[in-house]
């Protein structure tokens, strides 16, 4: 590990000034930059500690809820107003690495976190996320663990957050405060698929900070579930995985998310799939032409073609279980 400056920010606006420049990281539970700084993958030239911020709380809104960027994996996993309301994001953050990590971890953290690629953290293949321009040793290499939507030649490095999905189909917002005042970013659009530049990977400015996210109340959201599939039953990453939510009224779907994990290069929202789903009796055949729907256009390597017809499966069992089914 390199040195660096090490910055204690006691307010938001010291954060922001201590955050301003070249190769600044903030620091809030450190389960993946402190990682990546030991093994040389990140060599920030500052890291600004930003747990003593007031960004921990976990609190209801007029419309949704309102989550600190600074809060627990834990605290928000059994959270009542996110175990009632929002069930698929407790089921993703409780299937996520190990009861630890998920003490330690945070939300910011968690939305930030960077691919687990071994191409990416190994210091010398070829990469164009560490090193722009090199090449993506994955493209031709063992890619068993890689992306088969959203990826391409120059990168198809799966991202590895669990949250993220099931935020996606949530309709979240991720609000971001910086020189510039704040903002408010669909999670959808705040992780970039790695086309031109893998190596910018979210919509941040430089010097931004994550503070809150935020969940509107709605009834497929509150009819959501997550499901994961992982070579072991804990602390591994997503084969594939995907959260839904479904709205049924009258014995037919009138509202669906769906989004896919583990085999795409972002957290992966499915129009595709919803618009199988709405209108039609949620039944089995439903579900299994959202599922086609939801992998096509999907791009298989030589050692990932099995997720096609795992992330298929996995769509079916999260609509089943959803749309109870099972």
């Not at 990469?127 to 290499?141: H, L």
């Not at 599939?229 to 779907?253: H, K, M, P, W």
């Not at 949620?282 to 256009?297: C, K, N, W």
Request: hydrophobic share 45%.
């Amino acid at each position: 590990m390199r040195p660096f400056a090490y910055v204690r920010a006691k307010t938001t606006e010291e954060a922001l000034t201590a955050g301003r420049g070249e190769r600044v990281r903030y620091l809030a539970g450190g389960t993946n930059l402190v990682d990546l700084m030991r093994i040389g993958v990140e060599e920030p030239a500052v890291v600004v500690d930003i747990t003593a911020l007031p960004l921990a709380a976990i609190e209801p809104t007029r419309d949704g809820l309102r989550i600190g960027a600074l809060a627990r994996n834990t605290e928000v996993a059994w959270h009542p107003e996110v175990v009632s309301h929002f069930p698929a994001l407790a089921l993703a953050l409780r299937s996520g690495a190990s009861p630890q990590l998920r003490n330690m971890a945070t939300v910011g953290g968690n939305l930030l976190q960077r691919t687990r690629c071994p191409y990416f953290r190994d210091g010398a293949s070829p990469c164009n996320k560490r090193a722009p321009g090199s090449g993506c040793a994955a493209w031709d290499g063992y890619n068993r663990s890689h992306a088969i939507l959203g990826g391409g030649p120059r990168c198809i490095a799966t991202h590895p957050s669990d949250m993220c999905v099931a935020l996606a189909a949530l309709d979240a917002r991720v609000l971001v405060r910086g020189p510039a005042g704040e903002r408010a970013i669909p999670l959808t659009d705040f992780h970039l698929a790695p086309v031109d530049r893998p190596e910018i990977e979210t919509a941040l400015a430089p010097g931004e900070l994550v503070t809150h996210v935020e969940l509107p109340h709605a009834p497929w959201a509150a009819r959501s579930t997550y499901v994961k599939v992982r070579d072991r039953a804990s602390f591994a990453f997503a084969l594939a995985s995907a959260a839904v939510g479904l709205q049924v009224e009258g014995g037919t779907i009138r509202a669906a998310r769906v989004a896919i994990g583990g085999a795409t290069t972002k957290p992966w929202r499915s129009h595709e799939a919803e618009s199988a789903l709405l209108g039609k009796p949620p039944s089995a055949d439903a579900f299994r032409a959202a599922a086609a729907a939801a992998v096509e256009g999907a791009v298989a390597r030589a050692h990932n073609a099995f997720k096609v017809e795992l992330v298929r499966r996995t769509v079916v069992r999260a609509l089943e279980t959803a749309g109870g089914l099972t």
